[in-house]
């Protein structure tokens, strides 16, 4: 088999247009579609085929790749393009769908006969757009030829948790490494609402911590975004991340594990969201300590 590939993308927000245009520039013949087309359209100048629908979208396709709002939005897409699909394609869905949502999308793949791969991605708009994700996958042993091009396109490394794609087990893997990324962004933003509150030089925490164990590059990434005004464009989006966070307390709930932090965290997103800052950054959580006015609480 060939590794150039005919794949379709269905989603091209944040990460699936800059997955898009990775597999684009691997040499991969890309068919993409999103439900605002505009958001799709630009891929046309790095030779992808914009189509019009789902359907249009998986003509052909080798793989299709889904990189969607939440699960139940995948499932709605795939079943809107499931009269084009062919036979014996590989499905990667990378969506991040919840543990519940995997097992709907999966008994889809069987009635369709699809090559099922549970593959949620880590990283954020800059890894992404230099195909340095990390991908965490499920599925078969066989077919993992056809579907290694894509995750050599988008990513710098793929972890296998399991021959599996409908057991879930990269999704259990991608909720538990989401429950620590969203608690660290969350934490990030309270230092520096506690500074302002407290009239204390963020900077100077900074020294404190420099070099230390504590100190950490993802937390000066974060912090920087805020303090810099830079929450425009998101690496993440606020309400992305307020849905994986409730992803992740359902997912405790349902195993008897209660986890405030994630719980407070996709209070903190919500809020955030409301307050108009959901298509900002998820460090934009840090307005979530404020009125609507950003200004602290009394």
Known sequence: MTDKLTVSVLGTGIMGAAMARNLARAGHTVRAWNRTRAK???????????????????????VVLTMLYDGPAALDVMRAAAPALRSGAAWVQSTTAGIDAIADLAAFAREHDLVFYDAPVLGTR???????????????????????????????????????????????????ANSWVLAVTNA?????????????????????????????????????????DQLSPAQFAVVTAA????????????????????????????????????DEDMAAAYFASFDEKGTAEE
Request: hydrophobic share 45%; proline share 5%.
């Open 243 to 278: 849905k994986d966070a409730r992803l992740i307390v359902e997912a405790g709930e349902r195993y008897g594990v209660r986890l405030d932090v994630a719980e407070a965290s996709a209070e903190r997103f919500e809020r955030a969201a409301a307050q108009g800052h959901g």
């Open 126 to 176: 800059r890894p992404a757009e230099a195909g340095q994700l990390t991908v965490l996958a499920a599925g078969p042993v066989e077919g993992r030829g056809t579907v290694t091009p894509v995750f050599d396109a988008v990513g710098a490394r793929t972890v296998w948790t399991g021959e599996d794609g409908g057991a879930g087990t990269a999704t259990r893997l991608k909720l538990v």
């Open 188 to 228: 990030a933003g309270e230092v520096l609402a506690l500074s302002k509150a407290l009239d204390v030089d963020p900077q100077r925490f900074f020294e404190v911590i420099d070099g230390g164990p504590l100190d950490m590059g993802y937390l000066r990434a974060k912090t920087g975004l805020v303090l810099g």
């Open 40 to 62: 799709a359209e630009p891929l046309s100048a790095d030779g992808a085929f914009v189509a019009d629908t789902p359907a249009e979208a998986v003509q052909g396709a080798d």
